[in-house]
Structures are given as structure tokens and as C-alpha cells.
């Protein structure tokens, strides 16, 4: 089956890659826009890690303006990665996903990462990626290919690991 890949998915940084080192302290992310999307694949990537087993707890939330007050999404969350210490030079850095159907949620989503108490030092990324456009972003000529929905569910797919959340 052929897919507009064009229609079907946008990424967005949601938290710039940024290493988090204060104890307890909640790091806000970017807007986003999701309006014309129904669907969401958040992607937390772990980066080096040290100060003992520093842990983070990633959540997403929404508002129905940009600069609203944002809720948390009932059980959008990445519960406490307790990681061990990891080197700048080790590549195989933790991954986790998290998946969102959009239809009822408000108009603009964020992420909100949390340090664990102690003394945390943790590079993190989050970046979410917008399926299923009720719109056409760019030309079907340019971006037709086929597209497997099924890859995250793939467990011997290197690399990829299951949805750590299902909303």
C-alpha cells in the first residue's frame, strides 16, 4: 500500500538536547503545534549520564493556546528512568517511546522533564513526531513511498523498542 509520507509525518524538537544537572527541578519544552495531526510518537533519547543513578521523568502536557496553562495528558508519561552512569563515548544510549493518539487533546502539547532528587547529570533529547495530517504538507509527486506502521511493534527491529506508553 502506498502512503503520502508528506501527509503522514512531521518532526518536531520538543526538548533541544540539553543535559539536565539540577536535583528536582521540572525543564519545560517547546510548544507545538499539533492542530491537522491525529496521532504522536514521543522519542526520549538518553544521552551521557553521571552523579550516581540520577533518574528523569518525562510527561507531556496540553494547552488550548500556546501560552495557556498546560495539564498533564492522563498517562502520556515516561515513568522515573533510574540509568546508570553512561560514557560521552558509549553509543548505545537509551531510547524509549511513547505513543499518542491526539483526537480530543488540546491544541498545543509540550514535554516536561524532571530530574530525580540527588545529584543528576543527564543529556536528554525528546523529540515528537506528528502522523496522520488531516492536510497535505507537500506534494504526493514528491513524497509517496511506502510506510509501515508496524515498526515500532517489531521488537527485532534493531535499535527500536517498544512503546514504553500507549495513549
Known amino acids: ?90 553509543t548505545a544510549y537509551p531510547t524509549f517511546i511513547g505513543l499518542i493518539d491526539l483526537k480530543g487533546v488540546k491544541r498545543f502539547i509540550r514535554i516536561v522533564a524532571t530530574t530525580g532528587a540527588g545529584t543528576p547529570s543527564i543529556a536528554i533529547a525528546v523529540i515528537i513526531h506528528l502522523g496522520d495530517a488531516t492536510h497535505s504538507l507537500v506534494s504526493s509527486a514528491i513524497a509517496t513511498d511506502t510506510w509501515s506502521p508496524g515498526i515500532l511493534n517489531n521488537a527485532t527491529a534493531p535499535g527500536v523498542n517498544q512503546p514504553e506508553f500507549t495513549v
Do not use: C, W
Open 1 to 90: 500500500m502506498q502512503k503520502n509520507l508528506g501527509r503522514m509525518m512531521v518532526g518536531h524538537i520538543a526538548l533541544a538536547p540539553q543535559t539536565l544537572a539540577v536535583a528536582s527541578t521540572a525543564t519545560n519544552g517547546n510548544k507545538i503545534d499539533r492542530q491537522g495531526y491525529d496521532h504522536a510518537t514521543v522519542e526520549l533519547i538518553i544521552g551521557a549520564v553521571s552523579g550516581g543513578t540520577p533518574s528523569v521523568t518525562v510527561k507531556v502536557q496540553e494547552s488550548a493556546t500556546a501560552g495557556g496553562t498546560y495539564t498533564d495528558i492522563t498517562s502520556a508519561a515516561f515513568g522515573a528512568k533510574v540509568v546508570a552512569p553512561v560514557s560521552v563515548a558509549d
